[in-house]
């Protein structure tokens, strides 16, 4: 079965610093896709980033970064030069079998303090 | 530029009543999903359908039903609400061509049992 796993429930950084929220997952799939959203306090759910288990570089979009791991499993999001704007829920999730639906870690709630 | 719209947006039943859950996508999706985000759980999969005429069970599937009668259309019933079933509910879709296929999320609804 798959699964995915973020060990932080809560994380502070302070504005214009980097920050990394950690994801691990476990798969026996070997074509999979690995996912981060945001959600703010608004509740919507934003797309921000995607790696392909086959993709040999890491995925970038701005000022989001997927360091991905495949030995160790790992698929962490980096956000650059945070902002106030950052703060909100941090999801990380890899698609499944079942019609390519997303199995979502827990959340990491992440805080940007000026 | 609609994408997915979820009706309606708050609800509060009470224990036994029954209610649906409309959701609509203008994106020619084929595949689309129902979640159900609870604090601390992350989002977990209740029902998702491949394309009309469709459906199949996710990870969360009982006390619900779905139905696809229409491309654009994936609607989530509740036939007898229980408390356990308080929770913000997600539609998404997604064109569900492989592993790289992003989830559309619609913006919640808020669903209180008491």
């Known amino acids: 079965a798959q699964k995915i796993t973020q060990t932080q429930p809560g994380m502070f950084v302070q504005e214009k610093e980097a920050v990394t929220l950690d994801c691990t997952y476990d798969?026996?799939?070997?074509?999979?896709?690995l996912f981060w959203y945001k959600q703010p306090s608004s509740g919507e759910m934003i797309f921000l980033i995607y790696?392909?288990?086959?993709?040999?570089q890491n995925a970038t979009e701005g000022r989001y970064s997927l360091n991905f791991q495949k030995a160790r499993k790992s698929a962490n999001l980096v956000i650059s030069a945070s902002q106030l704007g950052d703060s909100a829920m941090y999801f990380c999730?890899?698609?499944?079998?079942?019609?390519?639906?997303?199995?979502f870690g827990k959340g990491t709630s992440l805080l940007v303090t000026p | 530029n609609a994408g997915v719209t979820q009706t309606p947006k708050f609800r509060v039943l009470k224990t036994g009543q029954s209610m649906t859950l409309l959701c609509a996508q203008d994106m020619n999706h084929e595949y689309m999903y129902w979640y159900r985000q609870d604090p601390g759980m992350g989002l977990r999969l209740i029902h998702y359908?491949?394309?009309?005429?469709?459906?199949a069970k996710g990870e969360v599937p009982d006390g619900y039903n779905v139905s696809r009668l229409k491309k654009q259309n994936f609607l989530l019933g509740l036939e007898s609400a229980a408390p356990s079933q308080t929770s913000v509910y997600f539609c998404?879709?997604?064109?569900?061509?492989?592993?790289?296929?992003?989830?559309?999320f619609g913006e919640g609804s808020r669903l209180t049992v008491l």
């Open positions: 999730a890899m698609s499944s079998r079942a019609g390519y639906a997303l199995n």
């Open positions: 790696q392909g288990s086959y993709d040999q």
């Open positions: 359908s491949v394309g009309e005429g469709t459906t």
């Open positions: 998404a879709s997604s064109h569900g061509q492989g592993v790289s296929g992003e989830l559309f």
């Open positions: 798969t026996s799939d070997p074509s999979y896709g």
